[in-house]
């Protein structure tokens, strides 16, 4: 076994041994799901920012048995028809903790666990032993003018399974298996990157002859979780984290596709700290069944703090390295297993060659309508060439803004969201494309990786209590490269390479301008059973007609306990 998934076992088990006191544990509220913008709501109506105890919005994701707890002793009385509908699927979809009679079927078979509550197809509730399992399913067919040889589709079909075993230790799997047909978006992803968007490794040798871009293969998560004492939670797995309150992330986003991650939780009197621990996988185009993929690692810290009942700040810091001499590997640096080190004062002792990025994000709820947030990402900066130099290279850094308004003109769940980001050239870049910021030629943080600006303005309506409108429209401005040329929107390149010293700005290169409509109805017909129409209307434009694009698509889709999957990049 690989001698950093030991060291990361060993940790888990120690802490295993060290702790003898009880406390509740369950799995997590999968990132993306319908509820967490449900829960974002109910926190902002509110008035009051939630205690670290409870769950922390920014550093996602949520334990479900706090979402419960939180359900549980919600005041109701003044939420509309829809928020009570969304209140008991809270309730319903963390049954296990919530424990609500309402949660129960009326219909199920007697005596053999299945589809006794609303939230599971089977399900065992006992002392010590919770078993919940799940199908996972979704079939959408599509239309896109972009694709004139053939219709585009989308398939997952497979099953996740969850449960408790004792007070402490949890567990959640899913997998399952895919098949696509590229949509013209998904298309130009894969010609540019080589890879699929939020996917891995793919095997040229289970294409079809002379269907290049039809693709099958497996996506799969999994952790497992312990409640190590009653303020440490800690989670070891194959999957995701998100670090943020905005659609998009500047510091950790949920964009590329799954890695190994240690993740600690410490939650004491109005601080939430987080550290995850893991693996970035380095792409490797076309590898065969005998390549071994490459690694480099990370180590992230986040730490927030409630200041007042509506003000929330957070401290960010992350650092990318690898160890490969060529000669030989040496893993993961122990260094960055300290969960309490500053690691830039740790790199300039060692004089190391790591990239660091460090990041301030806050979150203010007023009035019980609005919520203004941000984040600020540092890669670098030499404020001396920022005071006397125009556009120096080095200084790297990107920044983001955003105000949330539910209740819009009054209106029951009419939810309006305004956000911009930005990153300067060359921000998450290293002079080691091995320290980059990036897994499978994807980035880490904002799918655009840097040299951009974009705004977004997303408008959610829930006229009934089952459907649900989503509308997303975006418009972002980038410089493009060309002939190998490296103008800072692709982190995975060497900043040596860069074209010039000085006047850098937000767009050099090849300008394009790219805009985006994406409209969403969804309908849920049982609980987590969704129908679901999708419009899709992307236009780039651009100086070189090799980066000009224009699509329509129209999805029709239905799916069983899985996210939209979107493809609004």
Not at 61 to 90: E, W
Not at 227 to 238: I, N, P, S, T, W
Not at 454 to 479: A, D, R, W
């Amino acid at each position: 076994m690989h001698i950093c998934l030991m060291r990361y076992l060993l940790i888990c088990i120690l802490s295993f041994l060290l702790v003898n006191h009880s406390y509740g544990q369950g799995a997590y509220v999968p990132l993306g799901s319908y509820g967490m913008h449900f829960i974002d709501r109910l926190e902002i109506k509110s008035g009051v920012i939630a205690t670290p105890k409870q769950f922390n919005t920014t550093a996602k994701a949520y334990a479900r048995s706090r979402i419960a707890d939180y359900a549980n002793q919600y005041d109701s009385s003044n939420l509309s028809v829809q928020d009570r509908f969304n209140l008991q699927y809270l309730k319903n979809d963390n049954f296990e903790f919530s424990l609500d009679p309402n949660s129960k079927s009326k219909k199920h078979f007697k005596n053999t666990g299945l589809f006794k509550y609303k939230a599971a197809m089977y399900s065992v509730l006992i002392p010590d032993f919770e078993l919940i399992v799940n199908p996972v399913i979704y079939l959408r067919g599509e239309y896109d003018t972009k694709r004139n040889d053939r219709l585009p589709y989308f398939v997952n079909r497979g099953i996740n399974i969850r449960g408790r075993i004792g007070k402490n230790f949890s567990f959640f799997t899913e997998t399952a298996e895919e098949i696509q047909s590229l949509n013209g978006w998904n298309l130009d992803y894969y010609n540019q990157y080589n890879v699929l968007a939020g996917q891995n490794f793919i095997n040229t040798n289970t294409y079809k002859p002379n269907d290049k871009y039809l693709f099958s293969y497996w996506n799969a998560s999994g952790y497992v979780a312990y409640q190590a004492g009653k303020y440490v939670d800690m989670q070891f797995g194959h999957g995701k984290n998100f670090i943020g309150n905005g659609y998009r992330s500047l510091m950790r986003s949920d964009f590329s596709t799954n890695n190994l991650f240690l993740r600690l939780n410490t939650r004491i009197w109005k601080i939430n700290y987080t550290n995850i621990y893991g693996y970035l996988y380095d792409y490797t185009p076309f590898a065969n069944r005998s390549s071994i993929i490459k690694r480099h690692y990370y180590a992230t810290t986040h730490a927030s703090i409630n200041i007042t009942k509506n003000l929330n700040i957070g401290l960010f810091e992350t650092t990318v390295f690898q160890r490969d001499s060529g000669h030989e590997s040496r893993g993961y640096d122990l260094q960055y297993l300290n969960p309490v080190m500053f690691y830039n004062a740790v790199d300039n002792t060692l004089n190391s060659p790591d990239k660091n990025i460090l990041g301030l994000d806050f979150k203010y709820n007023f009035a019980k309508r609005f919520q203004l947030y941000g984040q600020f990402v540092l890669s670098e900066m030499n404020i001396n060439k920022r005071l006397t130099t125009v556009g120096w290279w080095g200084n790297k850094e990107a920044y983001q803004i955003g105000l949330k308004c539910i209740d819009l003109f009054n209106i029951s769940n009419l939810d309006l969201q305004l956000e911009y980001n930005q990153a300067r050239p060359y921000s998450y870049t290293s002079f080691n494309p091995k320290n980059a910021y990036v897994n499978y030629n994807q980035s880490m943080a904002h799918p655009l990786g840097a040299n951009f600006r974009e705004g977004l303005i997303i408008v959610k309506y829930q006229p009934t209590e089952k459907l649900f409108i989503n509308t997303l429209f975006t418009l972002s401005s980038f410089g493009n490269d060309t002939n190998g040329s490296n103008w800072g929107r692709n982190i995975s390149l060497s900043y040596d390479s860069r074209i010039k010293e000085f006047g850098n700005y937000i767009g050099q290169g090849v300008k394009t301008n790219l805009l985006i409509l994406a409209p969403t109805i969804s309908y849920m017909l049982k609980h987590n059973l969704f129908a679901e129409l999708q419009i899709s209307y992307r236009n780039q434009t651009s100086e070189l007609n090799i980066f000009k694009s224009e699509m329509f698509n129209v999805g029709l889709g239905l799916r069983w306990n899985m996210n939209t999957r979107d493809c609004n990049f």
